[in-house]
């Protein structure tokens, strides 16, 4: 039967997890063998995976599991320069020339191990089966957020998260909704690529809490005369999604005096790679710094939390498990010898971009 281990994610405050007790529950009735690293900030408690069946162990260790485990993860695994030898499944976001890509890609070189990319999870038909979901729940907090600011600015406030995380995408929007009541006022937004994932999020944020926001998709930014205009809005708020390096959107000589833009939120965050649209900024934000200054005199914020969804760990996770689980379990029923079509699609694009590394 199959074997999975689940590791601690190390990237500081995620709290979201791939598998959820119950899916692990499944898994060990069906004869799996599954492991789970300890972690005191999951969101789902060590104890609720122990009652499942599954085994415990300490944080790191999958570094030495056996080689016929498959390594569950979420975001990034930890730095170093050791080769990689298991098969990994996780959200690498390797495959559009990031800075770091390079070397990450290196490392399953060198350890002969398979990076199995759940964004690259397809049917054959090419249909994403993991990332819509989660996708719009990215567009929905970061269109929260860049909206929080911008009330927090009117409010002469910082914007800073004051809890490890919210109970419920609710909640989030109860704290938008009791600012802006506080602020008595509706900034003007634009959303791009409104009509994926992350852009109807992001639209929905803004129905809940009473904007009507502008709304653009390929054609208006197609249109030089029209991408002029971005300056002019309170917000933007960035969800388009491209492989592709492109002509930029916004870059710091389209601001002024005169422009009112006061919030970029970079939902799609492609910084460090050639598809990043906004070369006026060039490092991600956190979660405990969430904005940085750019533009003349620092006159525009950025937003670019690279995992939004982190702060509703319990609904994000329940967005990502729920689709995943499926492949998980025909993964583990069949093996790596005999992998099912979707897990055939994500190898062969790990292969494909292999080919090309230097």
């Not at 002029?228 to 002024?256: H, K, M, W, Y």
């Not at 799609?268 to 940085?292: E, K, N």
Request: hydrophobic share 40%; aromatic share 8%.
């Amino acid at each position: 039967m199959g074997h999975l281990w689940l590791r601690e994610e190390t990237k500081p405050h995620e709290r979201r997890t791939p598998l959820l007790p119950e899916q692990a529950a499944v898994l060990v009735r069906s004869g799996h063998t599954v492991v789970v690293e300890s972690s005191g900030t999951r969101i789902a408690p060590d104890a609720e995976f122990a009652a499942a069946g599954c085994r415990l162990e300490p944080p790191g260790t999958w570094v030495d599991a056996p080689a016929e485990f498959f390594i569950l993860g979420l975001k990034e695994l930890p730095s170093g320069n050791f080769p990689l030898r298991h098969s990994h499944i996780y959200y690498a976001h390797c495959y559009k020339g990031q800075d770091h890509s390079r070397s990450l890609l290196r490392r399953f070189r060198d350890g002969g191990g398979t990076l199995l990319d759940c964004e690259y999870l397809t049917d054959d038909n090419g249909f994403a089966l993991t990332v819509g979901r989660i996708g719009w729940l990215s567009g929905f907090v970061g269109a929260a957020l860049a909206v929080q600011f911008v009330f927090d600015k009117a409010l002469h406030r910082a914007l800073e998260i004051p809890h490890p995380y919210f109970p419920d995408r609710q909640s989030l929007v109860a704290r938008v909704v009791e600012s802006a009541s506080e602020a008595d006022f509706r900034p003007s937004v634009v959303i791009i690529g409104h009509r994926g994932n992350a852009g109807s999020g992001a639209s929905e944020l803004c129905r809940e809490v009473g904007i009507v926001p502008t709304r653009w998709g390929r054609a208006e930014t197609a249109d030089p005369d029209i991408l002029a205009t971005l300056p002019q809005f309170d917000v933007l708020v960035n969800c388009i999604q491209s492989d592709t390096a492109g002509s930029p959107f916004l870059q710091e000589r389209d601001l002024s005096a005169e422009s009112r833009l006061s919030i970029l939120a970079d939902v799609t965050c492609d910084v460090g790679s050639p598809a990043h649209r906004f070369p006026l900024y060039s490092q991600v934000t956190t979660i405990d710094q969430p904005v940085i200054p750019v533009g003349p005199a620092g006159s525009v914020d950025v937003i670019s939390i690279d995992h939004l969804t982190t702060l509703v760990p319990a609904e994000a996770s329940r967005l990502i498990a729920e689709p995943l689980f499926p492949q998980l379990q025909e993964l583990l029923d069949t093996g790596e010898s005999a992998l099912p079509g979707p897990w055939r699609n994500t190898r062969q694009t790990f292969l494909e971009v292999m080919r090309n590394l230097c």
